[in-house]
């Protein structure tokens, strides 16, 4: 029970309160490229939601069981069994304890993402075409979307467990699906005011953002 | 294109924030205060023009069916690279920037001057567009630091130039960075006269 309530106070910090767009400016560049158009707002949302979901806790689980200070030592046991076997002295005694490889951090987060988002493509493309159909197109776009990236790197700093990461994954997915259709929506009514030659398109834009933003400011009074 | 040109466009005219709409997530984030910007100008000019170089001499052996995964390739190692060089002697800084170095890997200016520029363009002519987009995003970074921290914290690089009761808490937050944005890109468009349909 008490787990629970961690997990929705987790999820509510992180779709209002420190909202990954708002709060942390990440995945702006999509978000100011899509949120012309609500549809294709909420297909990117949901693909948004989905591939955090994933990559999130995948990452968490390279991290912890490869990556970090002393995380091999699990290879240890199966590979000294293996060299007793042949008889290798030098892999018999092997030690991970101080193999530390954290600095491949970054590349081995990205290329997860850039293979998950591939794997994902190819999968629901087989299993479900209509599916597909609604996410398709987003789904290459969101490899080089800093809200991915930026999500596994949140996680890896704040130190979270592995459930932990499965909540904070999916509803920082959720904080962007709610700030892009919201965006969308306003920028819709938007579209016949009259707006200052410069101001057109992206500067009315950022400029809105600013107002969403500081409604989401609003939450930060809630204490968890 | 002129090599003179090649570098001056992205300053200006072309700014690769107000004109092409990239990598504007870090633009937001790390302009709090000025010395942060500085060094953050520093790292992703570093980046974007080591990456068009690499990529420009690599381009003939790049398959293009793989070559996003390539350039992420490259792209990450960079910036491997600078994070720890950061880390190692700018420590306060590095903390204070986070997670925004990391993300220069993600970011669409990197990214998209490597597929855009330097897969078509020789190695000389893409070390330039590098340069030239690197310092035109710091010049944008650099001005809307200028005012945040002026507002915000009214000191500029650390030196107190307005008195403490005029701060403005709301410049240190998100909502300032978006709207000081927003008009300097007013401004720039207006200068430019560009109009977006």
Known sequence: ???????????????????????????MCSFLAISK?????????????????????LNWVIKTFLLDEGALVWLEKPLQW?????????????????????????ICFISTIAALVQFVEMFIDKFSPSLYNSLGIFLPLITVNCSILGASIFMDERGYTFGESVVFGASSGVGFYLAIVCMAAIRFKLRYSNIPDGLKGLGITMILTGLLSMAYLSFSGIQL | MTTK????????????ITRQVLGICSAL??????????VMTFALTFVVTMSNLIVSI???????????????????????????????????????????IALIVTNCIVMGRADAFAMQNNPKASLLDGLGNGLGYGSILIIVAFFREILGFGTFLNIRILPEFLNNGLMILAPGAFIILGLIIWAQRTLTSFVED
């Open chain 1, 37 to 57: 158009n609500v549809e294709a707002s909420k297909g990117i949302g949901k693909a948004v939601i989905f591939v955090n979901g994933i990559t999130v806790p």
């Open chain 2, 58 to 100: 690599l381009r003939k052996y790049i398959p293009s069916s793989i070559r996003i995964i390539v350039q992420l390739i490259i792209i990450s190692t960079l910036v491997t690279l600078i994070d720890k060089i950061l880390e190692a002697y700018m420590y306060d800084i590095s903390k204070e920037l986070s997670v925004f």
């Open chain 1, 82 to 106: 293996f060299g007793m076997k042949l008889s290798i002295p030098m892999i018999s005694q092997i030690s991970f304890l101080n193999v530390n490889l954290s600095f491949l951090t970054l």
């Open chain 1, 1 to 27: 029970m008490e787990l629970l309530i961690h997990y929705i106070s987790l999820a509510t910090k992180s779709i209002f309160i420190e909202n990954i767009l708002l709060a942390y400016f990440l995945g």
């Open chain 2, 29 to 38: 984030a790390v302009t709090v205060k000025v010395e942060q910007a500085i």
């Open chain 2, 5 to 16: 040109k090649t570098f001056i466009d992205p300053l200006i005219d072309n700014n690769p």
